[in-house]
C-alpha cells in the first residue's frame, strides 16, 4: 500500500505539473477570446475570432466540462422605440426607421448568427493541435495450477497491476511528441522470484517528425487559414444579405408612404364625386336637368368609395409589413401605435445624369458579392496546397528515448539461506531519473503510394473548382454591369416619368377647371365635368405612383452598385 500511494502521488504531481506548464497549443499562444455578445466569453481580447477553450486543472474547465448547464435561448425585446414615440405616435423618419429595423428585424439577427457559426469552424481548426492526456490502471489476480517444479509454487497466484500515463500533442510544425510514465507491481508467491513484490517503473519521450507530407508550419495551419477564408466569405455574404434586407425594408416605407398619398387622393376623388353628386340632386330637384342624368353622379361616388375602401385596406397592408420589418409587432405596446411618417415623396429635381461607366467601376467594387467570389478564388489557392500536399510521400522521422528502473523486496538466496534487502518504489525512481538503464531508438517510417487515386482526384476537384470560381466571377462581373445599367436606365426612366406625370397632373386640373366653368355656364353637361374629375384623379394617382417608382429604383440603383450601405449611414461592427 505504500508503494501504491508513492506511484499515486508521483502520477498526480506529474499530470498538474504537465497540465498547468508550458506546452500550449497554437490557440493558447495567440490569446484565443470570442466576440463578448458570444457565448464562453474569454477575458482576452488579442484575438475575438476564437471561443475560449480553458486549459485542465483551472477552475473554468471544471464548470465547463463537468457542470456545464444547458444554455437557455430566451427572446429579448424589441429596443429604441421608446426614443421616436412622441404623443402616442410612432413619428419615423427613413433614418430613424432604418435603426429599429437593424436593432431589431429577426432576419437580420438570424443572418448574423450564421456569421458566428462559421467564425466558431477558426477554433475548431485549432483542434489538431488540443494536447490530450491518456491514463489506464489495470489490476488483475491470477491463480494457475503449476505444471513444473520450476515454477515456484505449486498453485501460482500473482497480482498485476499495471499504470501508464501519457501526454501528447502534435505541433504546428508537424511535429507530434509524447511523454509518458508507466508504472507496474507484481506480487507473486513464486519462490524462486527475485523481486517480491516486483516495482517496476519506466519513464519515455518520443516524437515523429514529417519529413514530406504535412511538413512545415504553412502546410498544418492551412484548415485554420481556410477557417478565416470562410469567414470573410460569410461575412462578405451577410452584407450582400443585408444589402436585400435593407432594400426591402426601406420599400415598405415607401410603400406605406405611397399607400398614404394614395388614399388622400382616393379621399379627393370620393370629396369630388360627393360635391358632384349633391350639385346634381338639387339641380334635379329644381328641374334643371333630367332623372337619367342622376345615374352617373351616383354611379361615380360609388366607384369612389369602392376605392376608398381598397386603399385603406392596401394601407393596413403596407402598415402591417412597416411593423414587421421593425419588430413592432413583437410587443403589443407598439403593435397598433399610429406611425407618422415624416418623409415625402417628393418629384425629383436633380437633372443630372447618371456617370454608367462610373456607377459599374463603383459596383465592382463595392459589390460583396463579387469580394466574396474574389475570396472563394483565394481560398481555391489553399485548398490546392492541401490537395498537392497529400499527394506527396508520408516519410517520417520517429525517435525514443526510454528510462527504466526497478525496485522492490530483493530476496538473494545462497542454497537454503535467503536474505530480504527491503526496497520500495523510490529504489525504481532512483533509477529511471539516474538515467543508468537507457533504451535509444531512431528510425524512419515511409508510406509511398504507388497509386494514389483518391489523392489525384482530389487534386483534380480543386483546380477544376479553382476555374468555375474564375468563370463565376467573369459572369458575375457581366451580371452586375447588366444589372448597374438597367438600374441606372430604370432611374432616368422613372425621373422622366415623374416630370410628365407632374404635367400631366396640371393639365388633368386646368382641364377640370375649364369643364366646371363650362358647366356654370351651361355650355357643358355634367358627363364631362365628371369625367374630368376621373382623369384628375387617375392622374394625381399617376403622379404618386412614378414618385413612388422613383423612390424604388434609387434604392434599386445603391443595391446593384453595393452602395446602400454606405449611403444610409449604416456601419456593420
Same mark, same amino acid.
Given at each position: ?101 437593424? &436593432?431589431?428585424? !429577426? ?8 456569421? #458566428?457559426?462559421? *467564425?466558431?469552424? /477558426? %477554433?475548431? @481548426? ?78 519515455? &519521450?518520443?516524437? !515523429? ?8 508550419? #504553412?502546410?498544418? *495551419?492551412?484548415? /485554420? %487559414?481556410? @477557417? ?94 412597416? *411593423? ?7 410587443d403589443v405596446k407598439y403593435r397598433n401605435m399610429p406611425i407618422v411618417l415624416t418623409e415625402t415623396p417628393l418629384p425629383p429635381n436633380d437633372d443630372k445624369e447618371i456617370d454608367r461607366e462610373a456607377a459599374v467601376s463603383k459596383a465592382v467594387r463595392l459589390r ?119 438600374a441606372a436606365s430604370q432611374v432616368e426612366s422613372s425621373k422622366a416619368s415623374v416630370k410628365l406625370a407632374a404635367v400631366a397632373r396640371d393639365l388633368a386640373q386646368k382641364q377640370l377647371d375649364a369643364e366646371q366653368k363650362k358647366y356654370d355656364l351651361g355650355t ?11 382623369r384628375l384623379v387617375n392622374a394625381e394617382a399617376q403622379l404618386v405612383n412614378t414618385t413612388i417608382q422613383y423612390r424604388r429604383n434609387q434604392i434599386t440603383m445603391l443595391r446593384v452598385t453595393g452602395d446602400l450601405l454606405e449611403d444610409r449611414g449604416i456601419q456593420?461592427?
Amino acid at each position: 500500500m505504500k508503494s501504491h500511494r508513492h506511484l499515486l502521488a508521483l502520477a498526480l504531481a506529474l499530470l498538474v505539473c504537465q497540465s498547468s506548464f508550458a506546452w500550449q497549443s497554437p490557440a493558447a499562444a495567440i490569446g484565443v477570446i470570442p466576440a463578448p455578445q458570444r457565448a464562453f466569453a474569454h477575458t482576452n481580447t488579442k484575438d475575438p475570432e476564437l471561443l475560449d477553450a480553458p486549459f485542465f486543472p483551472k477552475q473554468n474547465w471544471f464548470k465547463r466540462h463537468l457542470a456545464e448547464p444547458m444554455p437557455s435561448v430566451e427572446m429579448r425585446g424589441v429596443s429604441k422605440f421608446d426614443d421616436f414615440v412622441a404623443e402616442g405616435k410612432l413619428e419615423l423618419s427613413l433614418r430613424s426607421y432604418l435603426q429599429l429595423v437593424l &436593432a431589431n428585424n !429577426v432576419d437580420i439577427d438570424i443572418q448574423r448568427l450564421n456569421i #458566428e457559426i462559421t *467564425r466558431n469552424s /477558426i %477554433t475548431r @481548426a485549432y483542434a489538431p493541435f488540443d494536447p490530450f492526456f491518456t491514463g489506464n490502471f489495470t489490476s488483475t489476480r491470477t491463480k494457475t495450477q503449476s505444471t513444473s517444479q520450476l515454477e515456484g509454487a505449486n498453485t501460482l497466484n500473482q497480482l498485476s497491476q499495471p499504470m501508464n500515463f501519457a501526454y501528447v500533442q502534435t505541433l504546428d510544425n508537424g511535429l507530434q511528441y509524447t511523454a509518458g510514465f508507466t508504472a507496474s507491481k507484481i506480487s507473486t508467491n513464486n519462490s524462486f522470484s527475485f523481486f517480491n513484490p516486483a516495482l517496476n517503473a519506466q519513464m519515455s &519521450a518520443s516524437f !515523429v517528425m514529417p519529413l514530406l507530407r504535412n511538413r512545415g508550419r #504553412e502546410v498544418n *495551419r492551412l484548415p /485554420i %487559414t481556410i @477557417a478565416r477564408s470562410r469567414l470573410k466569405i460569410s461575412n462578405e455574404n451577410f452584407l450582400n444579405t443585408l444589402l436585400t434586407l435593407i432594400s426591402n425594408a426601406e420599400n415598405a416605407y415607401w410603400d406605406l408612404l405611397g399607400g398614404r398619398e394614395t388614399l388622400r387622393v382616393q379621399e379627393k376623388a370620393l370629396e369630388l364625386s360627393a360635391e358632384a353628386l349633391k350639385r346634381s340632386k338639387k339641380e334635379l330637384e329644381l328641374g334643371a336637368i333630367s332623372p337619367l342624368d342622376i345615374y352617373q353622379p351616383e354611379a361615380n361616388y360609388a366607384s369612389s368609395e369602392i376605392q376608398v375602401l381598397q386603399a385603406r385596406y392596401r394601407l393596413q397592408q403596407f402598415e402591417d409589413s412597416l *411593423r414587421r420589418q421593425m419588430g413592432a409587432d413583437l410587443d403589443v405596446k407598439y403593435r397598433n401605435m399610429p406611425i407618422v411618417l415624416t418623409e415625402t415623396p417628393l418629384p425629383p429635381n436633380d437633372d443630372k445624369e447618371i456617370d454608367r461607366e462610373a456607377a459599374v467601376s463603383k459596383a465592382v467594387r463595392l459589390r460583396p458579392d463579387l469580394r466574396a467570389t474574389l475570396e472563394r478564388i483565394s481560398q481555391d489557392d489553399l485548398v490546392l496546397k492541401q490537395s498537392s500536399n497529400a499527394l506527396r510521400p508520408d516519410l517520417g522521422l520517429r525517435g525514443t528515448y526510454t528510462s527504466t528502473g526497478r525496485g522492490g523486496d530483493f530476496f538473494s538466496r545462497n542454497g537454503s539461506d535467503v536474505t530480504v534487502v527491503r526496497g520500495g518504489f523510490p529504489d525504481a525512481l532512483d533509477q529511471v531519473f539516474g538515467f543508468n538503464f537507457p533504451i535509444y531508438q531512431f528510425g524512419l517510417t515511409l508510406r509511398l503510394p504507388i497509386r494514389d487515386r483518391a489523392a489525384a482526384a482530389n487534386y483534380a476537384d480543386a483546380v477544376l473548382v479553382k476555374r468555375q470560381d474564375t468563370l463565376s466571377r467573369r459572369s458575375l462581373e457581366q451580371t452586375i454591369r447588366q444589372q448597374v445599367l438597367n438600374a441606372a436606365s430604370q432611374v432616368e426612366s422613372s425621373k422622366a416619368s415623374v416630370k410628365l406625370a407632374a404635367v400631366a397632373r396640371d393639365l388633368a386640373q386646368k382641364q377640370l377647371d375649364a369643364e366646371q366653368k363650362k358647366y356654370d355656364l351651361g355650355t357643358s353637361v355634367i358627363f364631362f365635368v365628371l369625367d374630368a374629375q376621373t382623369r384628375l384623379v387617375n392622374a394625381e394617382a399617376q403622379l404618386v405612383n412614378t414618385t413612388i417608382q422613383y423612390r424604388r429604383n434609387q434604392i434599386t440603383m445603391l443595391r446593384v452598385t453595393g452602395d446602400l450601405l454606405e449611403d444610409r449611414g449604416i456601419q456593420i461592427q
